[in-house]
C-alpha cells in the first residue's frame, strides 16, 4: 500500500457546540477549541507537505443560530485573524476566503480582505 500524502485536504467545521454543551460548557468553549485543533492540523499539513487546508467553518445556515453565538462565532472568527495573521504569513501560508460575505460586518470584511491581501503571494496553502 503506498504512503502517498493528499495535496489537498478539507475540513468541516461542525459540533464544537455541541461538543461544549455536552460536556457542560458554552458553545463558545467548543468553537475555541475547534479554532485550536486547526492549528494543530495546519502544523500537521506543513508537517506532512500537504500543500493545501480548506476550512469550512461558517454557512449561511449559522446566522440561525442564537444572536449571542452568532457574535461570539464573528468575534472569535476576527480575534483569530488579527492574531494569526503575522504568524501565518511567516510561514508562507496563503489564506483565501470563499463564500458569500455580504452579510458580515464592514470590519470583518475588512479582515478577510487584508489577510488574503497580505498572503496572496505566499505559496503554502
Known sequence: MSSQIPRHIGIIMDGNG????R??????????AGVRAIKRVLQACEDLGVHALSI????????????????????LFHETMQ???DEMHRRGVRIVVSGRRDE?????RERIEDAMARTANNRNG
Open 23 to 32: 460536556h457542560g460548557r458554552p458553545a463558545s468553549f467548543g468553537h475555541r
Open 83 to 85: 492574531r494569526e495573521i
Open 56 to 75: 469550512y467553518a461558517f454557512s449561511t445556515e449559522n446566522w440561525t443560530r442564537p444572536r449571542a453565538e452568532v457574535r461570539a462565532l464573528m468575534r
Open 104 to 108: 458580515l460586518s464592514p470590519r470583518m
Open 18 to 21: 455541541r461538543w461544549a454543551r
